[in-house]
């Protein structure tokens, strides 16, 4: 049975997703990273709330990005800052669902 998709957003096809890093696609005004880890597709915020670096382009390692400016850390399922400096550093996570390779992000 397939997930209803009535609060989604087709978004791209899951082979413009890269290997290393994220790929970035705007709703509503908001940049959004998406990446593929272990065939798992997550999303967040493509903005470091540090100095507004682009998480799209950071390193992934398991769940955890790396912001290429400074190397701050975030999980890519809960959005929270790995160090945990402030509560003000977390990202937001959107709910991503794959259908027929469109990959549909909840907006």
């Known amino acids: 049975m397939q997930e209803s998709l009535d609060d989604y957003q087709k978004v791209c096809e899951t082979n413009e997703i890269p290997d290393d890093t994220g790929h970035v696609v705007s709703i509503d005004d908001h940049e959004i990273a998406i990446f593929e880890v272990d065939d798992e597709f997550l999303a967040i915020t493509n903005v470091c709330p540090h100095q507004g ?55």
Do not use: N
């Open 53 to 107: 670096g682009p998480l799209a382009e950071g390193k992934v390692e398991e769940k955890t990005v790396f912001c290429p400016w400074h190397g701050y850390e975030f999980d890519l399922e809960s959005g929270d800052h790995i160090q945990a400096f402030s509560d003000d550093l977390s990202c937001v996570t959107y709910d991503v669902v794959v259908q027929d390779d469109a990959v549909h992000v909840k907006v």
